[in-house]
């Protein structure tokens, strides 16, 4: 008897265990069914190019960080776009850990010890893409790699490097969009850098031609094996700064040596149920958050399309005109004693804006105090969800479109002309100093969300990540039906640019309230964005530069 009773126990455990272990797999397999198609459970990288993205998801999957997956995708990129980041750039990383807390690792390029004083005088007074060695400023790029490594990295420092050596190496199809570009370089102007993409018959190389960096592969494994200090001091510093300085530049093995790397905390803008976390000036954070303070006073949902999509863009634009008036505001703190750039987050200052926007129409440029600034084009951006929660928002570039256009044959790196950011900004520079930018890489969270997101295409990336932003959090649209969503570009001089398939009535509907149009020969807006909701991953790499994200 007591057998029996002993076997039928054993046997309501087994059952209840069984029940048990089934409404956990149900429970699973609910999850995963609402789940969005092509989403992931674990993690996810979205970079410019499908390539960088599965380096970097794949370094996640091998146990690294999220630093190390954004680093991995990084070097990546430098190759498969190489007109738009590199080495020979700067980056800014907003870094948040597995607790929770955020931080801003800013390794943007800094004005050298010796410029031409009479340099700014040289500005172009409308927007064009300026080249040339005297405005490349001291790269920042791979210290900042290793700065945010030590911090948060996993795996060892040369394991990030291997992929991008060998694709470097061994060659891969030139991709569209780097065949795009190369096409317009100057053979009289730009001949090194033209010559490094030349095929064995001395033409230029052509989309899905193997294109290979066999100089710039011997760097990366230098830095690979020795360190950032390998770029910094030593023998690729040298042969660096020789080629750059018969090109006409006056950086100098100090600024190399002397670059420092600068770590603080981010900014926290309230943003409905989330908190957004973005990095203080020289970025453009201040520009995004005041857009987005002023319009969420409008209580924007899907309503207000239906309601009045004309009123909804036309407060978005002249929100975006009091924000070019106070971009003179994106002065490097350690260079500047004004203190009010942080006050432009407040709601006040939203409110009070808010109150100046009439439904009736548009005003002049004084009106807004709008100042002059330099339209930038360049740039690249990460964002990475691992699975421990921590993520990496990271924006990169040599700003313009092949930076300088000055490469230096025996390092295989293509400099910056970061200099140019100054333009129109400020009456003078300073010895260490770092350019204003529109880089915005950002972090939002939520009690029940995380989304990881950033944008390219200099001044165009706060139109990109506005635009994204509003059409996914207050319109619900999808993360990537938002990011393709057409956008309103307003420029240096509020003249408002339209992306080709934007509507048409609006536009019409916009310019009878007084707005000025003008017309955009590219839109360079790409926004990469990763989303974490109810243990589902949403990743989406913009199509506008024919990216794919990466998860698993």
């Known amino acids: 008897m007591e057998r029996s009773k002993w076997r039928l126990c054993v046997c309501c455990a087994l059952l209840l265990g069984c029940a048990a272990v089934a409404a956990v797999c149900a429970a699973v397999l609910v999850r995963r069914r609402h789940c969005p198609e092509e989403s992931f459970t674990h993690a996810a990288v979205a970079a410019d190019s499908g390539t960088c993205s599965e380096i970097g998801r794949d370094i996640l999957q091998r146990g690294g960080s999220a630093v190390d997956g954004a680093i991995a995708a990084l070097l990546c990129t430098s190759v498969i776009n190489p007109q738009s980041m590199g080495l020979g750039g700067g980056a800014i990383f907003t870094v948040m850990d597995s607790a929770g807390q955020v931080r801003i690792i800013n390794s943007r390029e800094t004005v050298p010890e010796k410029f031409d004083p009479d340099l700014l005088q040289s500005c172009p007074k409308t927007f064009q893409l300026l080249s040339g060695a005297q405005w490349i400023g001291v790269p920042g790029e791979i210290r900042g790699y290793e700065y945010v490594h030590k911090r948060y990295g996993k795996l060892p420092w040369a394991a990030l490097f291997q992929p991008t050596i060998k694709l470097a190496r061994e060659g891969f199809p030139l991709p569209q969009v780097s065949g795009r570009y190369i096409s317009h370089l100057d053979p009289n ?315 048409k009535g609006i536009i019409e509907a916009l310019k009878a309230l007084g707005h000025k149009q003008d017309t955009a020969r590219k839109f360079y807006n790409v926004v990469n964005a990763v989303e974490k909701e109810d243990g589902c991953i949403c990743a989406v790499s913009d199509a506008r530069k024919l990216g794919r994200a990466a998860g698993y």
């Open 189 to 503: 102007s730009s001949l090194p850098l033209r010559q490094l993409f030349l095929g064995a018959d001395g033409k230029l190389l052509q989309t899905g031609d193997t294109v290979k960096f066999v100089s710039l592969a011997d760097t990366l494994e230098t830095i690979a094996n020795r360190g950032a200090d390998a770029f910094y001091s030593g023998r690729i510093a040298e042969n660096l700064i020789r080629d750059i300085q018969e090109a006409g530049s006056t950086l100098t093995l100090q600024d190399l040596a002397s670059y420092r790397v600068r770590e603080t905390e981010a900014w926290v803008v309230p943003l409905g149920e989330y908190q957004m976390y973005i990095p203080p000036p020289p970025a453009g954070g201040l520009l995004l958050s005041l857009v987005l303070n002023v319009l969420k006073g409008y209580g924007l949902s899907p309503a207000s399309l239906q309601a009045g999509e004309k009123l909804t863009y036309h407060r978005y634009i002249e929100a975006f005109k009091f924000a070019n008036g106070l971009r003179t505001h994106l002065r490097d703190p350690e260079f500047s004693s004004e203190n009010v750039a942080q006050n432009l987050t407040s709601d006040a200052i939203a409110d009070h804006i808010r109150g100046l926007i009439s439904s009736a129409g548009t005003h002049g440029p004084e009106y807004y105090k709008s100042s002059w600034y330099l339209d930038g084009v360049g740039t690249s951006h990460v964002s990475v969800l691992a699975e421990d929660g921590s993520a990496v928002s990271v924006t990169s570039t040599i700003n313009h479109i092949f930076g300088s256009k000055v490469f230096s044959p025996s390092t295989g790196v293509i400099l910056n002309n970061q200099l140019s950011d100054f333009c129109g900004q400020v009456d003078r520079m300073f010895t260490g100093e770092r350019p204003p930018s529109s880089m915005t890489p950002a972090v939002l969270k939520s009690p029940s969300r995380t989304l990881v997101i950033g944008s390219t295409g200099g001044s165009m990336i706060t139109t990109g990540m506005a635009s994204a932003l509003m059409h996914h959090l207050w319109f619900r649209r999808s993360l990537k039906d938002a990011i393709a969503a057409p956008v309103v570009f307003v420029d240096s001089q509020n003249a408002v640019k339209f992306e080709p398939n934007f509507d």
